[in-house]
């Protein structure tokens, strides 16, 4: 029996081990082009909303066109039939890949978006936060821009994937990854918020950070709650003297930070907000 998962190309579906992507990729060879990462419970994809809307403006900043045809709701549908296919429907994370397809840096044939949707199944404890805190430290050998595509999650990941080995190495969960001023932007794989004096503090997207859609869902819901959450730059000293630290992304949610280099921290405040936010 074969094991490997199918993906969706364009809405026509293959076998992960067949490739049929040119070698004149413009994500390949540019990175042109950005990706989604989403989660799939039940049939249904959390902050879908909130997904699409990050689409559409990434689409309008990095100038694809969409095809004829599309829509969020068949995008949406496409993405369950994948993870269908897959057996994946029950739980799973959903990368959509956004891109355009061949050309030169100065002669893309076109500008018409393709995408690429794909399902890996999750464990049940995704759902609940995590027991152990994760270790992680701040990384200096690539910086971050600010600039109007900062906030997107671009194919073009190379600070993140150059974090993610570095923590590797170092044995680490995840790395602090920094912009041009050294300030805090983000994590490899999520965006960060400290809890300061009973304070919640989150780099604001000037920092170049993620435009995260977990990011935003926790901003509206403490405010919901009447917990107000300061976004500003956040320096290396700001996270070394804070109470907590909390990581958060689509898929996990919330993960609460035990360390960073020779700091420990508690998470009281961030089991707080975990069950007031996630709370079933």
């Given amino acids: 029996m074969h094991n490997s998962n199918w993906y969706n190309l364009n809405g026509k579906f293959f076998l992960e081990t067949e490739n049929h992507l040119s070698i004149n990729n413009r994500s390949l060879r540019y990175g042109d082009g950005f990706f989604e990462t989403m989660k799939l419970q039940k049939n249904n994809i959390k902050l879908f909303h909130l997904h699409s809307a990050r689409i559409l403006k990434s689409l309008l900043l990095l100038k694809l066109q969409l095809p004829k045809h599309f829509s969020l709701e068949k995008l949406e549908e496409q993405i369950i039939v994948t993870a269908q296919k897959n057996n994946h429907e029950n739980l799973a994370r959903i990368r959509v890949m956004f891109f355009r397809a061949e050309g030169e840096i100065f002669d893309a044939n076109n500008h018409q978006v393709q995408i690429m949707i794909q399902s890996f199944k999750l464990s049940d404890a995704i759902n609940e936060l995590n027991k152990n805190g994760l270790v992680v430290d701040v990384f200096k050998d690539a910086k971050k821009s600010c600039d109007v595509f900062s906030n997107l999650k671009t194919n073009n990941y190379l600070p993140y994937v150059m974090g993610a080995i570095w923590a590797k190495e170092n044995h680490l969960n995840d790395a602090l990854i920094l912009n041009f001023s050294e300030f805090i932007a983000d994590s490899c794989i999520a965006n960060v918020f400290l809890v300061k004096d009973n304070k919640i503090i989150t780099p604001s997207l000037k920092s170049g950070c ?32 804070a109470d907590e630290v909390f990581l958060t992304n689509a898929i996990k949610g919330i993960s609460w930070v035990k360390q960073c280099g020779n700091t420990s921290y508690q998470n009281s405040k961030t089991q707080e907000i975990y069950r007031k936010i996630f709370a079933v």
């Fill in 210 to 241: 993620i435009a995260g859609v977990m990011r935003q869902h926790i901003i509206q819901q403490l405010q919901q709650i009447n917990i107000d959450v300061e976004e500003k730059s956040i320096s290396v000293e700001d996270v070394l003297n």
